[in-house]
């Protein structure tokens, strides 16, 4: 059943109340606008000299203790990471790498530990998510809200390993939608009695410190989400199941938990009451951003598998280097690694430079490299054959462990949705009074000659062709074309609101959704890689997966898909799509 105007409303409110003011742009936003805020990409974020050893330095222990250490087959064989690897990563400082030194963390900064988590997630898929949860959404949250009582009660043990974390938020009703959250919590005296179930919480029954949400219902009857601090030593703590057998990240325990009346002490609320959902967002923005460095060290492991196989297998007298078919899989392949990586480093840079605005940006790094990644295996298996499907080669493995990438920590298709909505936001509201005057049969020909210039193309004070700040020659033609595409952007999306004519349609044209979406992903990769490239050509690089060729056949490719999505905003069957889906539900 379609949403009715009221609940469209209600959660256009609840969507502000967490974004905050249109006018705090960030990059991807400004896309929206048809503008380009090039100095939040360029130029290309580095490591200070000092920095840059640091973590040259942590990522050869890391790649060191993986290699002689970690037993990729036999934790998912085994499904269970063992805890001679959970110790000699907390020895490392890989458990609490952005800590502060003074609970025992290495601070480093986003960049730094997401060189770490490249390596990890190229050589264990498990162990990269187990780091996942535990850091980078688990010690997180008390990192950013956590009161100082709070972090020094818990953050030293997280920190060295000798506890483990986990953020508990999914429930057999709340998946994507996060704020519908059903376990319950009621203030009673100096505490606060927690009921509800919780299930797929990764460390979830192992962990020593939860970070729960739960809603509340406020003085004015309204219900909203807190977050709380729980520990398993609290009476009415169950773990229903410890480690749910899955398909893959086999080694990761993935637990179901159960709250029967457990009190939780007022000192343990994270965050202010009621804004639980807003910690849940930040602490997700960390976590998609270390999706981006686990995918891309998945990627790398592809790539050099998939070179290695197809300039040694002979078939027809040939390398199956030899043939295109082979060829145009690796390129994709080098090409879209080369950019998730780039989007990775400024979606880390977003973080450690303090920018306020950048939900967007990490979503849309979570979708890219998911997606990315998941054809990426395929094409590796499909270079390898029937030898791929045997569990004697890693390669099934790289397939199971990559498909819950595009579920995890926000199912892409609602991220899409997500991405098309909030960066429609700012030219929607602007464009509100033209729209609501053309809805209520309140025009005039004063009125559409001012919005309205030659050939019905909207004229906006965001029409300007955008200035692209990139300082090699050779990239000229493409910043000119990555400009023209942003400047079609912000010019398209008003005629695609005008189409529509009813906010509550456009909440819910997810077809529609997809394609902005799917274009403003490539253009944001598109400016992270031109970016990177503009950096490669002053600063030449001898790393294999720094190959310029890469980076600019990407940007080819990423400009054809976005010139086929402009012309599915109008060119299109969905109609026939929808009519043949209702059918098919019909007739079951």
């Known amino acids: 059943m379609a949403l009715t105007a009221a609940q469209v409303a209600e959660q256009k409110k609840q969507v502000e109340e967490l974004l905050g003011s249109v006018e705090q742009l960030g990059f991807a936003k400004a896309l929206f606008y048809g503008k380009v805020r090039g100095d939040l990409v360029f130029p ?172 509340m219902t406020g003085p004015d009857g309204k219900s909203r989400v807190t977050a709380f601090f729980v520990t398993p030593d609290l009476p009415g703590f169950e773990v229903v199941e410890a480690r749910a057998e899955k398909c893959g990240i086999r080694g990761t325990a993935t637990g179901k938990l159960r709250f029967t009346n457990m009190r939780v002490p007022k000192a343990n609320v994270l965050g202010p009451i009621g804004k639980g959902l807003k910690v849940a967002l930040t602490v997700l923005d960390f976590g998609r951003t270390t999706f981006g460095a686990s995918c891309t060290g998945h990627a790398k492991a592809c790539i050099e598998a998939m070179v290695g196989h197809a300039k040694t297998r002979r078939q027809f007298q040939q390398t199956l280097s030899e043939f295109e078919l082979v060829k145009k899989k690796i390129a994709f392949a080098a090409a879209h690694t080369f950019a998730m990586e780039a989007a990775t480093a400024q979606c880390a840079r977003c973080i450690d430079s303090g920018q306020e605005d950048f939900m967007l940006e990490t979503a849309i790094l979570k979708v890219f490299a998911t997606e990315h990644l998941w054809t990426i295996v395929n094409d590796c298996i499909q270079i390898f054959g029937g030898k791929a499907y045997f569990c004697d080669q890693p390669y099934e493995r790289w397939m199971r462990d990559a498909r ?25 509201e602007y464009l509100k009074t033209l729209r609501d005057d053309m809805i209520g049969g309140r025009w005039s020909f004063r009125k559409i000659g ?72 490539d253009l944001y990769v598109s400016a992270c890689t031109l970016s990177r490239l503009d950096h490669l050509l002053a600063h030449p690089s001898k790393d294999p997966h720094a190959d310029v060729d890469a980076g600019r056949y990407f940007l080819k490719i990423a400009a054809r898909r976005i010139a086929a999505n402009f012309a599915a905003l109008t060119d299109h069957d969905d109609a026939d799509c929808v009519r043949t889906a209702d059918g098919v539900l019909g007739r079951r």
Request: glycine share 10%; with cysteine; net charge neutral.
């Open 404 to 428: 819950i990438n595009q579920i995890g920590e926000g199912a892409n298709d609602v991220l899409k949705a997500f991405i098309a909505v909030v960066g429609c936001r700012g030219p929607g």
């Open 44 to 215: 290309y974020p580095t490591l200070p000299v000092a920095k840059q050893q640091q973590a040259d330095e942590a990522a050869a222990k890391v790649r060191m203790f993986a290699r002689d250490r970690i037993d990729a087959v036999k934790i998912d064989r085994e499904a269970m990471i063992p805890d001679s690897v959970v110790r000699g990563l907390g020895d490392l400082g890989v458990l609490g790498m952005t800590a502060p030194p003074s609970v025992g963390g290495l601070g480093f900064n986003q960049q730094q530990y997401l060189k770490v988590m490249e390596i990890l997630g190229g050589h264990c898929s498990s162990t990269a998510v187990f780091v996942n949860a535990h850091h980078s959404i688990g010690i997180r949250a008390l990192l950013l809200f956590g009161t100082p009582e709070q972090q020094a009660k818990w953050l030293p043990d997280l920190v060295a390993g000798r506890k483990l974390a986990a953020f508990a938020l999914t429930e057999p009703e709340a998946g994507s939608d996060a704020g519908n959250v059903q376990t319950t919590a009621v203030e009673d005296g100096d505490g606060y009695v927690l009921n509800g179930l919780k299930h797929y919480i990764t460390n979830g029954g192992i962990a020593d410190v939860l970070t729960v949400m739960a809603k």
């Open 450 to 521: 001012a919005a309205l210039g030659v050939g019905t193309k909207l004229v906006l004070p965001w029409a300007s062709t955008p200035t692209v700040p990139v300082n090699s020659p050779q990239l000229a033609a493409d910043a000119a074309s990555f400009a023209a595409n942003v400047k079609k952007f912000g010019l398209e999306l008003p005629h695609v609101f005008l189409r529509l004519k009813d906010e509550t349609k456009f909440v819910q044209a997810q077809l529609i959704h997809e394609r902005i979406a799917d274009i403003a992903i």
